[in-house]
């Protein structure tokens, strides 16, 4: 299976919103509802901040949050602040017991 | 304090074989269905493998299948995967993850408790 479509670059302002998007196929993305989203500072190990699409964990800001649409899943970050400079990486569970990533997006505040 | 030290990463020759280990510490590791993801450097994030809370259900990303073997001892709290025939592509570092549960509820293919990793390196 290949990587989820994921722009590599987004950025925005600080107190603005950003969109990242990622785009698979009806055999992950569009065919399951298992989508998650991880932030990974540099140099630093994965963070979830989104699972089954749109829910939160416990201690994530509710300035992150996520849809999703057909093949397409969303991320929005909302009120940008210095510290969600960060990569974002988007989930799916793909067909076959298989979980795919994207390639990744560098949030940059400005 | 809850967490994953992962260990036994080095440099290896193409076609060698290395075995990582993932020391759990701080929960009930047996409840857990554990992962590992890789990332080579400067790039994104890779599925590798998962295995059950029992160890009885595991399974593998194409790209290692028939080289990579998962497995844990939940005795002693460790998950393994033991890689074969290794090629340069292989180069990444190695995190290994439990599962996330919420309520009761546990899911298989989100994970919230990640390691630090440690680095294989594939080269002659």
């Known amino acids: 299976q290949s990587a989820l479509t994921q722009p590599p670059s987004a950025s925005g302002s600080l107190g603005q919103s950003v969109t990242i998007s990622c785009t698979g196929t009806?055999?992950?993305?569009?065919?399951?509802?298992?989508v998650s989203w991880y932030q990974q500072h540099p140099g630093k190990a994965p963070k979830l901040i989104i699972y089954?699409?749109?829910e939160r964990p416990s201690g994530v800001p509710d300035r992150f949050s996520a849809s999703k649409s057909v093949n397409t899943a969303s991320l929005t970050v909302s009120g940008l602040q210095a510290e969600d400079e960060a990569d974002y990486y988007c989930s799916s569970y793909a067909d076959g017991n298989n979980l795919l990533f994207g390639g990744g997006t560098k949030l940059t505040v400005l | 304090e809850v967490q994953l030290v992962e260990s036994g990463g080095g440099l290896v020759q193409p076609g060698g074989s290395l075995r990582l280990s993932c020391a759990a510490s701080g929960f009930t590791f047996s409840n857990y269905g554990m992962t590992w993801v890789r990332q080579a450097p400067g790039k994104g994030l890779e599925w590798v493998s998962r295995?059950?809370?029992?160890?009885?259900?595991?399974n593998y990303a194409d790209s290692v299948k028939g080289r990579f073997t998962i497995s844990r001892d939940n005795a002693q709290a460790t998950l393994y995967l033991q890689m074969t025939n290794l090629r340069a592509e292989d180069t990444a570092t190695y995190f290994c993850?439990?599962?996330?549960?919420?309520?009761?509820?546990?899911?298989?293919?989100?994970?919230?408790?990640w390691g630090r990793g440690t680095l294989v390196s594939v080269s002659s």
């Open positions: 009806t055999n992950d993305v569009g065919g399951y509802n298992y």
């Open positions: 993850a439990s599962q996330f549960c919420h309520t009761t509820r546990c899911y298989l293919w989100y994970f919230d408790l």
């Open positions: 089954e699409v749109t």
């Open positions: 295995i059950s809370n029992s160890g009885l259900v595991t």
